[in-house]
């Protein structure tokens, strides 16, 4: 049996109102068409749903079985529509973002915050970790999409580029480093250094640009806040990019920039290939671009 929700809507309309004339005009049809399509439908359900005399259409047994379900299906179908244009309209829906801890406590909340403000309905969902576990998310498709480094597998990814990050070294304003104008390798290599974590992509863009060079490192950490805390203890000085600053805006701090060969992080926005985002993903990565040129 294939049933339409023409066909269904038709049948409710007249187990409301038990008058062909009146269902039919409730459906927007001739009377000829409305009754058409319920002997049609009781054609195809092999059974006689209604009752007619002169004055009265009522249910069958089997007519008042029927008319529970096929008030739920309509519902639900109502439902799926009402969802499918909720998601067109961007009222709901689900955005699931991949990034870089720098990026999503540095540049994601201000755009975060206008857009559920624009779009209450929809889900926001925010992972911050390191590039290779972003990558992994997209892979796994938790995230939509990431703001990330590239990794060393992006088979069956596409990553766009998404800005270019200066680095900055960041010391104590009693440091001997804060008063020279230029920094050159070999006089970061005189001070006790505040490593980052060996897997982030800030530790091992700074390793290859300094190459052979080892720098004097005196503690490893993986917060950013935590090396910021550290440097403002004069513990030794560290090197971040320039989006990832915000938590080293410190008065006893002096950042200053920091121009090696190779040194520069390159961020893409990460997706999967040949994978259309959902309506509500696409116009959160349009708002992220946008501010990101702007």
């Given amino acids: 049996m294939n049933l339409s929700t023409k066909q269904l809507r038709a049948f409710l309309a007249l187990r409301d109102v038990r008058n062909f004339t009146q269902a039919a005009e409730r459906c927007h049809l001739s009377q000829s068409a409305f009754s058409a399509l319920i002997g049609n439908l009781e054609r195809d359900a092999g059974v006689r749903l209604f009752d007619r005399s002169t004055r009265r259409v009522e249910l069958t047994p089997e007519g008042e079985a029927f008319a529970e379900s096929a008030a739920l299906l309509i519902a639900d179908f109502d439902k799926i529509c009402e969802d499918l244009r909720d998601r067109v309209d961007v009222r709901g829906g689900r955005v699931s973002i991949a990034a870089l801890p720098s990026i999503a406590a540095g540049l994601l909340p201000e755009l975060l915050q206008d857009f559920h403000e624009r779009h209450p309905g929809v889900q926001l969902d925010l992972f911050d970790v390191?590039?290779?576990?972003?990558?992994?998310?997209?892979?796994?498709?938790?995230?939509?999409?990431?703001?990330?480094?590239?990794?060393?597998?992006?088979?069956?990814?596409?990553?766009?580029?998404?800005?270019?990050?200066?680095?900055?070294?960041?010391?104590?304003?009693?440091?001997?480093?804060?008063?020279?104008?230029?920094?050159?390798?070999?006089?970061?290599?005189?001070?006790?250094?505040?490593?980052?974590?060996?897997?982030?992509?800030?530790?091992?863009?700074?390793?290859?640009?300094?190459?052979?060079?080892?720098?004097?490192?005196?503690?490893?950490?993986?917060?950013?806040?935590?090396?910021?805390?550290?440097?403002?203890?004069?513990?030794?000085?560290?090197?971040?990019?320039?989006?990832?600053?915000?938590?080293?805006?410190?008065?006893?701090?002096?950042?200053?920039?920091?121009?090696?060969?190779?040194?520069?992080?390159?961020?893409?926005?990460?997706?999967?290939?040949?994978?259309?985002?959902?309506?509500?993903?696409?116009?959160?990565?349009q708002q992220v671009l946008q501010a990101r040129r702007a």
């Fill in 130 to 285: 390191l590039s290779d576990e972003c990558i992994a998310l997209v892979r796994r498709g938790r995230a939509d999409f990431a703001i990330a480094a590239l990794g060393p597998d992006m088979t069956g990814l596409d990553a766009t580029p998404f800005c270019t990050d200066s680095y900055y070294l960041v010391c104590h304003r009693a440091h001997p480093l804060a008063a020279k104008r230029r920094i050159r390798p070999e006089h970061l290599a005189q001070y006790p250094f505040i490593n980052l974590a060996r897997n982030t992509s800030i530790r091992q863009q700074l390793d290859m640009a300094l190459q052979p060079l080892r720098l004097r490192g005196v503690m490893e950490v993986e917060q950013l806040a935590t090396a910021a805390a550290l440097v403002v203890h004069q513990l030794g000085f560290t090197v971040i990019p320039e989006l990832a600053l915000f938590p080293f805006r410190h008065e006893a701090l002096a950042i200053k920039p920091l121009r090696l060969d190779g040194l520069v992080r390159h961020l893409y926005v990460i997706r999967l290939q040949n994978r259309s985002l959902s309506i509500a993903a696409d116009t959160f990565l």
